[in-house]
């Protein structure tokens, strides 16, 4: 399927499903977030990477305009559905002031991956907060999680939540985090060592030597 969407290039990447809010304040997209939620259409946000914007983003919908501003600018709710990628950008649209793309949505396989692994993931990831002493829910206790949902808690650089964006099979983006967890987890584990070892600097406690038997001079 191939259509035209409004955009909303952002610095942020966004997940099938995932929720979030945002401040509009650009005459833009103030005009764009309006249009889209009085016509109940969605809008993308394709990704700014390094400065440049990105060939794919995340399909959003408005879910609530949570408070608008006298001056109009606006709190609002949003929720990604899908990704897309970029076929052609459209700069400039007649009477608006955003902008806009031709874009294509690549099939997405959700039913391949592995419970097992999606375990271990969560093990991992639960000891990369450990380590960081970091408190995060993991969210939808009650449901299955996909790798989707705990792509944003493992501890990914933006370039490499885009990179995952990028993988249309249920089982890679698993096995991406497993790799992932993998090379991070012995790192954390040698920082948390030494900040131990630090922390004992100095700090004399009651050690036993060996007796080796040395006469005195």
Sequence with gaps: ?????????????????????????????????????????????????????????????????????????MDINIRAIKIFRILELIKTIPNKLYSGAIVNYPDNQENDGRPKLVGAIMKGIKEVHRLLNVHKDLGKPDSPLSAYDLAHHAGLSLEQEYEFMGLFSELQRQEYLKRHLRKVLPILAGMEQLKQRVKLNGDFRNLSSLDLNIDPL
């Design 1 to 73: 399927m191939t259509n035209f969407i409004p955009i909303f290039p952002l610095g942020i990447v966004l997940y099938p499903q995932e929720k979030t809010h945002l401040h509009i304040f650009e005459p833009r997209y103030k005009q764009l977030i309006a249009e889209c939620h009085e016509q109940r259409k969605p809008f993308g946000i394709p990704v700014i990477l390094n400065n440049r914007l990105q060939d794919m983003g995340a399909l959003t919908e408005v879910t609530e305009i949570v408070r608008t501003y006298e001056s109009g600018e």
